[in-house]
């Protein structure tokens, strides 16, 4: 597709249990962003990657959030443990490369945790 | 202290009223988004700049670097152009991420 795409769209698990939130990014963009908006509050940055190398994780909120990026493209963001307060929606973003560069976002994925 | 301030919080307009959206950033920045975010949650980049003004359609985006403000406006507002508008920073301190302020909900009544 044109667009970033993210999957799911919709993720409802239970405490505890551990998610994987997909991200592939506009074909060509070097550079990856994940954010969090949860409800009632902005946006807030995750982490992003150049490539296949994420230069900046300062964002991740706790060490049970990791990210990975696979062939400069698809993008895996991971939630080990999973606990209420990470209710959210997860965004992805895209770009040509890292830095002063228009992002193009996904449709994000809507993460409920019961 | 957020780094990017947006003012107003909400806003309530009729249709075909003039609109300004304030974005205020308390560091320097190399550029600036505006961004669209619909009910649903979807999110569109409207303008990226770093000075003097962009113009799309009805859309017009200022931005004053020596002030360290920017502003959205929407001429002949719509129904349709109900939805968050939210500012973002790629701050100066060569993090190329962005930061966002916590936005604009416009609501247009007909």
């Known amino acids: 597709g044109a667009g970033v795409s993210q999957s799911p769209s919709n993720k409802v698990t239970e405490k505890g249990k551990d998610v994987e939130l997909r991200c592939d990014p506009i074909?060509?963009?070097?550079?990856l962003y994940w954010y969090r908006q949860s409800l009632g509050q902005g946006l807030e940055f995750l982490i992003y990657?150049?490539?296949?190398?994420?230069?900046?994780k300062s964002g991740l909120p706790s060490d049970r959030f990791s990210a990975e990026r696979t062939g400069g493209s698809v993008s895996t963001l991971t939630i080990q443990r999973t606990q209420q307060e990470d209710s959210a929606v997860y965004l992805c973003?895209?770009?040509?490369?890292?830095?002063?560069?228009?992002?193009?976002f996904g449709p994000g994925t809507r993460l409920l945790v019961l | 202290k957020n780094e990017v301030e947006q003012s107003p919080q909400n806003l309530t307009a009729q249709e075909g009223e003039f609109i300004t959206i304030n974005c205020s950033y308390s560091?320097?920045?190399?550029?600036l988004h505006w961004l669209q975010q619909h009910p649903g949650g979807g999110i569109v980049s409207l303008f990226m700049?770093?000075?003097g003004k962009k113009k799309h359609g009805r859309l017009i985006a200022t931005i004053n670097i020596q002030e360290k403000h920017s502003s959205l406006h929407i001429t002949a507002s719509h129904p349709r152009d109900s939805a968050v508008y939210i500012c973002?920073?790629?701050?100066?301190?060569?993090?190329?991420?962005?930061?966002f302020g916590t936005g604009t909900r416009l609501t247009v009544i007909p």
């Open positions: 700049l770093s000075s």
């Open positions: 973003a895209s770009s040509l490369v890292a830095g002063e560069e228009t992002q193009y």
């Open positions: 074909s060509g963009h070097t550079a």
């Open positions: 973002a920073a790629y701050l100066q301190t060569g993090a190329n991420n962005l930061f």
């Open positions: 990657f150049q490539g296949n190398s994420a230069p900046d």
């Open positions: 560091v320097g920045i190399s550029a």
